[in-house]
């Protein structure tokens, strides 16, 4: 947009009557002279357009610095995007996020975590009793990361992501623009939408955390069977020794790394890169673009 678009733009939402005034003005043939237009122009109204250089003198009158601009300027403004409709969560989404708060009391009350720890043992017993625990740690990591993956791709409305996205950064450029030309009713205007958009963060979230109640719901039960299975010595051996990089060889149930213990460390490193391979395998998208 030129600078004179954004001058008349700024004139107009001052005074909305000039967006007729220009027009009658831009019909005007040769120069504009005040005495052949002070019936329809009021003097404030020919003030500011000479203050602010969109009438410029010639010969004996005047006449548009920019025309074209004006003619934009004058030119109804992009609206911005409405903000989409929030989804709303089922019964069984508020379900599975009451069931991922219960889990995580998990590890702080051992009677859920001996019964949850218990239940999956059934499960995953049988492969803890055939592989290495750091295995059986990497299986769980590929596990997780998939169903991760599906949940995401399928629980959350990436066009709706997209949208509340799309609507936040048109906010910022309008209002990087009004603060360049110094169009301070422009700033404010923006501001009261920016306080209206607040409720598209909620929306956000709302999408985020829905697909979030699923994944903890499985999620959480593994990490503790995996907890479980480490605090109450099932583990030992040649079972809980492992070589990593840069840390060489390391203990599940007593190694550390920084302040977190090895095996969330090794899981964590399985699972994000397990997740990465298989969002390329399956060409899923998992951000809104």
């Given at each position: 947009?030129?600078?004179?678009?954004?001058?008349?733009?700024?004139?107009?939402?001052?005074?909305?009557?000039?967006?007729?005034?220009?027009?009658?003005?831009?019909?005007?043939?040769?120069?504009?002279?005040?005495?052949?237009?002070?019936?329809?122009?009021?003097?404030?109204?020919?003030?500011?357009?000479?203050?602010?250089?969109?009438?410029?003198?010639?010969?004996?009158?005047?006449?548009?610095?920019?025309?074209?601009?004006?003619?934009?300027?004058?030119?109804p403004e992009e609206e911005l995007d409405e903000s989409p409709e929030s989804s709303s969560w089922s019964k069984w989404d508020k379900l599975a996020a009451v069931g991922s708060f219960a889990a995580i009391l998990g590890y702080n009350f051992q009677p859920i975590q001996n019964t949850i720890g218990g239940a999956v043992e059934v499960v995953l017993g049988p492969l803890d009793a055939m592989l290495p625990f750091y295995v059986?740690?990497?299986?769980?990591?590929?596990?997780?990361?998939?169903?991760?993956?599906?949940?995401?791709?399928?629980?959350?409305?990436?066009?709706?992501?997209?949208?509340?996205?799309?609507?936040?950064?048109?906010?910022?450029?309008?209002?990087?623009?009004?603060?360049?030309?110094?169009?301070?009713?422009?700033?404010?205007?923006?501001?009261?939408?920016?306080?209206?958009?607040?409720?598209?963060?909620?929306?956000?979230?709302?999408?985020?955390?829905?697909?979030?109640?699923?994944?903890?719901?499985?999620?959480?039960?593994?990490?503790?069977?995996?907890?479980?299975?480490?605090?109450?010595?099932?583990?030992?051996?040649?079972?809980?020794?492992?070589?990593?990089?840069?840390?060489?060889?390391?203990?599940?149930?007593?190694?550390?790394?920084?302040?977190?213990?090895?095996?969330?460390?090794?899981?964590?490193?399985?699972?994000?890169?397990?997740?990465?391979?298989?969002?390329?395998?399956?060409?899923?998208?998992?951000?809104?673009?």
């Open positions: 947009m030129s600078r004179t678009a954004e001058k008349v733009r700024s004139l107009v939402r001052e005074d909305p009557e000039l967006a007729d005034v220009l027009e009658d003005l831009l019909d005007h043939e040769g120069e504009i002279r005040w005495r052949d237009v002070k019936g329809d122009v009021s003097s404030g109204q020919w003030g500011r357009l000479l203050e602010k250089d969109v009438l410029v003198e010639s010969g004996e009158g005047f006449e548009f610095a920019d025309p074209d601009g004006v003619r934009e300027g004058l030119e059986v740690v990497m299986a769980l990591a590929v596990l997780t990361g998939l169903y991760s993956t599906l949940l995401q791709a399928n629980l959350t409305d990436m066009s709706k992501m997209s949208k509340y996205q799309e609507r936040a950064q048109q906010l910022q450029d309008k209002m990087s623009e009004a603060k360049e030309r110094g169009d301070e009713a422009e700033i404010e205007r923006l501001r009261e939408e920016q306080m209206e958009a607040f409720g598209d963060q909620a929306g956000m979230l709302k999408e985020q955390f829905r697909p979030m109640a699923w994944i903890m719901l499985l999620t959480i039960p593994a990490f503790l069977w995996m907890y479980w299975k480490l605090g109450t010595g099932q583990v030992t051996g040649e079972e809980v020794q492992m070589v990593l990089p840069l840390m060489g060889e390391v203990n599940f149930n007593t190694g550390r790394a920084l302040v977190f213990p090895v095996w969330i460390i090794w899981y964590m490193v399985c699972s994000f890169s397990f997740s990465n391979v298989i969002r390329k395998a399956l060409n899923i998208q998992t951000t809104p673009t």
